[in-house]
Each structure stands twice: as C-alpha cells, then as structure tokens.
C-alpha cells in the first residue's frame, strides 16, 4: 500500500507540474483532470485500508475494525466516506469530465467545477473528522493531494 500510494503520489505531481508548462491548455486540463482522479482514487484506498486493512478492493468491506475504528473511522463514517466518494466520481465522470473536454481557452470555467468542488468539500469534511495520527496519515495525504489536485485544476480553468 505505501509503495502504491508513494507511486501515485509520483504521478499525481508529475502531471500537476507538467501541466503548468504545457502549452496547450486543453491538454493541460485534461491532465489536471486525471491528477484529480487519481487523488480521489487515492483518498478512497486510504480510507479502505483504515477501515480494514485486511480487506482487499473490490471486496465490500462489512465493518470497520482497529485501529481505524478507534480512529473515528467507524462502519457508518466508511460508508459515508464512500458515499460521497462514489458521488464525485460519478459527477466527474458523467459531467465534468464532458464539459472540460469541449472547455476553450479564454473561456468561463465550466459551471459543473464548482458542483465538483462541493463534492469534494463533503468528502474531505467527512474524512477530516478521524482522528489524525500516524495510523490515518494515509487518509490525510490524500486529502492533501486531492485538494491540491482540485486547487490546480481551478488555477487552469482561471477560477480564483
């Protein structure tokens, strides 16, 4: 899990920082787009593994075990967590994702970021309620990663 995560957490960066000198902000977009993604995926891993280590994706994890649950991570937080997760990455595939591929330079940003960005914000809010140590510090990683993500994304589309 922590080579994956130190992985992404590489490709995450790489396509934020080459994203800022590409020059076609399409392209650009694009990248930040998938930066973004990735960040989600990567907040759900986390918070999978808090929940219970043992318990592989795709399989349903049932209930939260130590020391997760202890953590503030229980059953009912999870399932919330996954929840909103699941909502953000529907929402950014079925309307984000279409509206930044037709999105020109020079124009507004697309109406459905701030929609995402809300998504997010309940996400993070509800994953920023465990109890933050060395055991979660997964989980706040990729809160970080995915808000830089999202704040890059924003910088692109000229969104202050």
Known sequence: MVKTRRALLIVVAFLALTA????HAQTTTVKLAVATELSLGTLQDASRHLCDPAIAAPTPIV??????VSLGMTTAKFRQISAALAKAFDFMHD????????WQPGQ???????????????VVAVARTITHNAQAQAVFDAIALLTA?????????GVA
Do not use: R
């Open 95 to 102: 309307t984000l994702v279409p509206a930044l591929k037709i």
């Open 63 to 68: 209930a939260c075990v130590e020391p997760g």
């Open 20 to 23: 800022a000198s590409c020059p």
């Open 149 to 157: 993500a999202l704040a890059s994304l924003n910088h692109q589309l």
């Open 108 to 122: 507004p940003a697309p109406s459905s970021l701030a929609d995402f960005a809300k998504l997010v914000d309940d």
